[in-house]
């Protein structure tokens, strides 16, 4: 074994077995003395001063006022060799609370550091007022009119807008505000109040703006870079745990493609990652991508499959950093291998069994409550046929003992209730349910919405980016995570370079969703 590889098999054991965590979102932070041994949720500490350690900042119950003490001068102070340590103390001193005062601190922010309202409400009434005394040199008043303005522009500017900039021009404050956003929106979570929504949102709107295309750097992650780089790529793969180290090399080797988002102010950190395949035609499982050996010669493929996107940052949620990604990989990949005409992604479809169980849970509860009463009676106003008449009879015929029911909605969710999910390898089954559960799938990715956008969260995705439903496939990932999450269903995304941009704009717009006619014909 190289070194190479005996440094990341010893950093993922290392972290396996030192669970702390460190921020209320299960998210690492590297304070400023602990060396760079990050992954995934665990970070090996080897200073002092971790989370609750408040040696430097006196007793823990003092530790609390002086990092808030720390805030305020970050906010006021205009020295800027004043500024910089305190901003740097803040930092330090924000990873030294408890996670109970980390959220005490942040709720004083977002209450205490707000717009001054006061001032707002005075500027408008001199505003209002000048409007009713308008003198008659326009220049004048013009001139007055513009102060009053920059003025009350100014004022409706939240106080902690000032610490927001001061730290991202901080070495490291780019990174500890999303750790800080991630926290945030832990907090939210639990106490979802005005202020801290808005809160949120503004933050996550500066960091959208400093996380723009024109700052971020497109690497192409290979087995040749640093072992600190690839241990990230293993600890933060999201889609498709990556299983072992051979696993790696062959996500990284002959025809396949990682690329990554990195940001300067966050180095050898990727902020995102797209893992691509080349091959010949789109795969329909996932089994294809991740275990047949081997690939092909690159110069035979013509698709460029993305099988799996992964976010590394959870303070960074919601910021689509995703779209520019892959439009840039698509150029990329265009300008290095003409030859590849087709760009596809094989995708998990994360909610639908989800949806599917409370759908028949509910309606099965209504069919049972309409058996009982009278067909206007309110539960009916919410009652639909989940099922064809062709597909209830088809599922009463399954009705036994272990998988009773008295019509086929209930049949069909005890049936895929079951822990062991043993419908998902049985011959008898499977012949049924497929037709069924492919059917309930097209509707769910094509009919199912929520603020009039697809409803499904990886559908959303790609369908803002540009793409179109081109199909989906039955028992296309056979692991637990994907008969729990969507019965072993995937589907097939594909970007049609000339219409990226129409179909985002219409689905944008309308929320229209553009099918392939074999997605349309299923339901």
Request: charged share 25%; aromatic share 8%; with cysteine.
């Amino acid at each position: 074994m190289s070194k190479k590889n005996l440094a990341i098999l010893l950093r993922a054991r290392m972290r396996s077995s030192n669970p702390t965590k460190f921020s209320l979102s299960q998210f690492p932070e590297i304070q400023s003395n602990t060396q760079e041994n990050r992954s995934g949720d665990h970070i090996v500490d080897n200073s002092n001063e971790g989370i609750g350690n408040s040696s430097k900042f006196g007793t823990t119950g003092r530790v609390y006022d002086v990092v808030r003490e720390t805030m305020h001068s970050a906010t006021s102070a205009s020295k800027t060799g004043v500024l910089d340590i305190t901003l740097s103390d803040f930092q330090e001193g924000y990873f030294s609370l408890s996670l109970e005062d980390r959220e005490k601190l942040l709720l004083e922010l977002a209450k205490e550091y707000d717009v001054n309202r006061e001032q707002v409400r005075e500027l408008i009434k001199q505003y209002l007022g000048l409007e009713k005394s308008a003198s008659d040199d326009k220049e004048v008043s013009s001139s007055v009119f513009y102060r009053v303005e920059r003025n009350l522009r100014h004022s409706l500017r939240p106080t902690y807008e000032v610490l927001f900039e001061r730290l991202n021009t901080h070495p490291g404050g780019l990174r500890f505000l999303s750790i800080l956003r991630a926290d945030l929106l832990s907090i939210l979570t639990k106490e979802n109040t005005p202020s801290l929504r808005t809160l949120d949102s503004f933050l996550k709107e500066k960091l959208g703006m400093w996380l723009s295309p024109a700052t971020l750097e497109l690497h192409q992650i290979t087995w040749d870079d640093p072992a600190s780089l690839l241990e990230k790529i293993v600890a933060y793969e999201a889609v498709h745990p990556i299983s072992n180290l051979l696993d790696l090399k062959r996500r990284l080797g002959i025809g396949r493609r990682c690329f990554g988002y990195f940001h300067p102010s966050i180095p050898g950190e990727p902020l995102i990652f797209i893992e691509v395949a080349l091959m010949e035609t789109v795969a329909q499982t996932i089994q294809e991508v991740l275990w047949d050996n081997p690939p092909i010669p690159e110069n035979q493929a013509t698709c460029a499959l993305f099988y799996s996107i992964s976010s590394t940052q959870p303070g960074l949620a919601g910021i689509n950093l995703g779209k520019f990604l892959i439009k840039r990989v698509i150029t990329l990949v265009k300008k290095d291998m003409p030859h590849v005409s087709t760009f596809a992604t094989l995708s998990p479809i994360p909610g639908f069994m989800q949806w599917l169980l409370s759908k028949l849970s509910s309606q099965s509860r209504f069919a049972e409550d309409e058996r009982g009463t009278q067909s206007n009676s309110p539960s009916s106003t919410f009652s639909e046929k989940v099922l064809l008449p062709g597909e209830e009879q088809a599922l009463m015929s399954l009705s036994d003992d272990s998988s009773p029911g008295s019509n086929g909605m209930e049949v069909l969710l005890n049936l895929l209730s079951a822990k062991d999910c043993d419908w998902a390898t049985s011959a008898r089954l499977l012949p049924v349910l497929e037709p069924i559960l492919m059917r309930l799938c097209a509707r769910y990715l094509l009919q199912e919405k929520k603020r009039g956008k697809a409803l499904d969260s990886v559908a959303n995705f790609h369908l803002q980016n540009g793409a179109m439903v081109e199909r989906i496939n039955w028992m296309a990932d056979r692991s637990e995570k994907g008969i729990h999450q969507s019965g072993g269903i995937m589907v097939n995304y594909v970007y049609r370079l000339e219409n990226i941009e129409d179909y985002a704009q219409s689905y944008f717009g309308s929320g229209k969703i553009h099918a392939s006619p074999g997605i349309h014909s299923r339901l």
